[in-house]
């Protein structure tokens, strides 16, 4: 079965990225890298990408101001470059702009450190220990017009423990994104297949 081109989106360090990358050494992975693009020249992800030998391309957002629309043409250019079939955002900083989102919806997931619909957008584990949550997690979804609002593709949960901070909980949480992103991945390519 051919593998679905798979471009990965990154602002930083870039451990969710590496974690695809891993899955995908796998020929029977239904995803082949093909391209790693960051909106930061500086992210560290780069140079993992790189070292694994996957084509990077760095777009730098501050040269386009606030014209977030002329930035993101200059990233569809790269991806359309590379053949991309679905993109995996992975630590991605930036708000994508409803023509970019309406370009790749439904080949466009994102992982999120919380159980949506809890917690949308920044600090999700401070706002889950705050309100005496027991659980915390991360889902992968679907990126639609809204900012973490698309359809939920799976979950993985966490205990929060007496004591916990931000940093404690989010070591716990990334140690299960790095797990459930590689799975949920597949089976967006799947959907994708089988034309949902
Ligand atoms: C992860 O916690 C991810 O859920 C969030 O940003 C973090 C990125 O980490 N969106 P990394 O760059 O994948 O290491």
């Keep these: 079965m051919r593998r679905l081109n798979l471009a990965i989106l990154i602002s930083g360090r870039g ?8 899955a995908a050494e ?11 693009a960051s909106n930061r020249p500086d992210a560290k992800g780069l140079e993992t990408a790189a070292a694994a030998r996957i084509p990077t391309a760095a777009i730098d957002h501050r040269l386009y101001g606030k014209d977030r629309e002329a930035f993101e ?5 790269e991806l359309e470059k590379a053949g991309t079939e679905i993109i995996a955002l992975a630590g991605f900083m930036r708000v994508l702009t409803p023509w970019f989102v309406g370009k790749w919806e439904g080949r466009l997931v994102n992982i999120h450190p919380s159980l949506l619909p809890k917690y949308r957008g920044l600090h ?3 706002r889950a ?3 005496g949550d027991a659980e915390g997690g991360c889902s992968v ?3 639609s017009a809204g900012v973490d609002e698309g359809e939920v593709i799976a979950q993985a949960r966490v205990p929060i423990l ?3 901070t931000e940093d404690t909980l989010a070591a716990r949480v990334l140690v299960e994104e790095h797990k459930l992103y590689p799975r949920a991945l597949a089976m967006a390519c799947e959907a994708i297949r089988s034309g949902k």
């Design 15 to 22: 451990s969710n990225m590496e974690a695809l990358l891993h």
């Design 141 to 143: 979804h679907w990126v």
């Design 162 to 164: 007496p004591g916990d």
């Design 73 to 77: 043409r200059q990233l569809d250019a």
């Design 26 to 36: 796998d020929p029977a992975y239904p995803a082949k890298p093909v391209l790693v």
């Design 124 to 126: 999700t584990h401070q």
């Design 129 to 131: 220990i705050e309100s």
